[in-house]
């Protein structure tokens, strides 16, 4: 064997392992979005809408410039933009200017879209609970949080 030979050997085997991991990544969350998809507790709004609403109230005043939204949520800016305007005239989020740019968006989650968000998401999280966390230990848990954040560049 000569050392070029040897010295890509390793670099095969992490490209290997790292298609592997990505593969197991992948089918697992998949396996668990149609899980929590099908079992997600309301009709009153959507998978995606939900998604919406949970990235909105995770922040200190339950708003988002729509362009840092759009970095957040799982569909194409044309999707997130039908989404927001349905949302807007359901009362769960309203449109706003943004101050600094006038060409910019605010989308804010309104009391009644926070009241349905808190609601559906009681029920959203023991799903969750069942199909993650009853499946790992809390170590493990802890460990899919970190590893996971790591790949989204430290998010």
């Not at 009644?112 to 170590?139: C, K, Y």
Request: proline share 5%.
């Amino acid at each position: 064997m000569s050392i070029g030979t040897a010295a890509a050997e390793p670099t095969k085997r992490v490209r290997t392992t790292a298609v592997a991991a990505w593969e197991s990544l992948f089918r697992a969350q998949v396996a668990v979005m149609r899980t929590l998809a099908a079992e997600f507790p309301t009709r009153d709004i959507s998978f995606n809408e939900y998604d919406v609403l949970f990235n909105l109230s995770r922040q200190p005043d339950r708003s988002l410039r729509l362009r840092d939204l759009n970095k957040e949520v799982l569909l194409t800016q044309p999707s997130v933009s039908r989404l927001i305007d349905r949302l807007v005239a359901r009362g769960l989020v309203a449109k706003c200017p943004e101050p600094s740019d006038a060409r910019g968006t605010v989308i804010r989650l309104t009391d009644t879209g926070f009241e349905m968000f808190r609601r559906v998401a009681v029920d959203h999280m023991r799903s969750i609970t069942e199909r993650v966390g009853d499946r790992l230990d809390p170590q493990e848990l802890e460990t899919l949080a970190v590893l996971c954040d790591k790949l989204r560049g430290g998010e």
